[in-house]
Nanobody, 130 residues
Framework: QVQLVESGGGLVQAGGSLRLSCAAS????????MGWFRQAPAKEREFVSA????????YYADSVKGRFTISRDNAKNTVYLQMNSLKPEDTAVYYC???????????????????????WGQGTQVTVSS
């Protein structure tokens, strides 16, 4: 069973930083793409960032580009999302996700689509106060 457990969320003032972590278990972590999505109240889930299985490619939503950084540590089976210069509009539940296609390289647009991914964590709340 693939399990994803997010941590690192919390309350932060605008301009501050947080680092989210997602610990994966149940299979060989390094063989699969990882992603982060978020969902704000009364809004649809939206893409935030993704990293290919090899770590060689990263993808970001325009709204977070230049402020957020995704990375992976295969030795720790963990993917991170470093979030800097946080804004109130970043407030949401952040979800970690992964796919089921071993060592598969998608087209860029596919990384941004929720339907690309097969497993989801429970989410971690990020609240940014103004």
């Amino acid at each position: 069973q693939v399990q994803l457990v997010e941590s690192g969320g919390g309350l932060v003032q605008a301009g501050g930083s947080l680092r989210l972590s997602c610990a994966a278990s149940g299979r060989v972590f390094s063989n699969y793409a990882m992603g982060w999505f978020r969902q704000a109240p009364a809004k649809e889930r939206e893409f935030v960032s993704a990293i290919s299985w090899s770590g060689g490619s990263t993808y970001y939503a325009d709204s977070v580009k230049g402020r957020f950084t995704i990375s992976r540590d295969n030795a720790k089976n963990t993917v991170y999302l470093q979030m800097n210069s946080l804004k109130p509009e970043d407030t949401a539940v952040y979800y970690c996700t992964t796919d089921a296609r071993r060592r598969f390289e998608y087209s860029s647009i596919r990384y941004t689509r929720a339907e690309t991914y097969d497993y989801w964590g429970q989410g971690t709340q990020v609240t940014v106060s103004s």
